[in-house]
């Protein structure tokens, strides 16, 4: 068993398909897999795409990596890998135009979600926030279904710190609040990035002057969408505009 030492490196994710799409994103290296005897099924895509390097595979029982994973949703398939590799630099508005900004989302799977819409509509660029908000750790991984691996990230200390660094390199900032212009009317314009607020509180209000706030249509305004549909339909707006 890995012990988690200054020797070993790396992180645990778990999952048929993010180990897939980690070794087809060819971002991180794969240091060991663990799995069940008899092999889980879609073990033979993951045959298919492992690398020409050694890697050590270990078979164990299930019970085993459901106390390495710390929940059952393994697939039968436990991988110790390089960290994520973010973005040493925040983006660059001629390459990358369209990006989405994460503040503040607490719920890993929400932002899991989040990441794998960012990978379909073909954002081109997601920016997280270390301040009060859920790492990028193996539940994020498992419920982006792996996508996240594509997808370039850059780690900001804080949103009012993103927002400036943005508003200086040139981008136009779009805040998804609740007393906003209709989302499905505004003219977004390039470079530009969306802001997605956390799921109790919203967008910090530190950065409610720093761009344009935007609202989703909905039935009353005592409610409002989940955070990662939200970000969903926001990005497929801003990606599908004519």
Not at 72 to 84: A, K, L, M, R, Y
Not at 128 to 139: F, G, Q, R, T
Request: charged share 20%.
């Amino acid at each position: 068993m890995i012990k988690k030492n200054k020797k070993a490196v790396g992180e645990l994710t778990y999952g048929i398909h993010p180990l897939l799409e980690l070794l087809k994103a060819k971002n991180r290296k794969l240091i060991a897999i663990y799995t069940t005897k008899p092999v889980p099924k879609g073990w033979s895509l993951i045959e298919k795409e492992l690398p020409q390097y050694p890697v050590q595979i270990q078979y164990v029982s299930r019970d085993v990596l459901t106390r390495m994973a710390e929940t059952t949703d393994h697939q039968g398939v436990v991988s110790w890998v390089q960290p994520f590799p973010y973005r040493k630099k925040s983006f660059d508005p001629k390459q990358q135009k369209k990006l989405v900004m994460l503040d503040g989302i607490q719920d890993p799977r929400n932002l899991g979600a989040i990441l794998r819409s960012a990978y379909c509509t073909g954002m081109d660029g997601i920016v997280l926030c270390k301040k009060s908000a859920a790492p990028l750790n193996a539940v994020a991984i498992k419920s982006s279904a792996g996508l996240a691996e594509h997808l370039q990230i850059y780690e900001a200390a804080s949103a009012q710190a993103a927002a400036q660094e943005l508003k200086q390199l040139g981008y136009n900032l779009y805040l998804a609040t609740l007393d906003g212009a209709d989302a499905t009317t505004c003219d977004y314009k390039e470079p530009m990035c969306l802001v997605i607020g956390g799921e109790g509180f919203g967008v910090t209000k530190a950065i409610y002057s720093m761009g344009t706030r935007v609202t989703l249509p909905q039935k009353t305004t005592d409610i409002s969408y989940n955070a990662s549909v939200a970000a969903g339909i926001l990005m497929f707006l801003v990606t599908n505009k004519k």
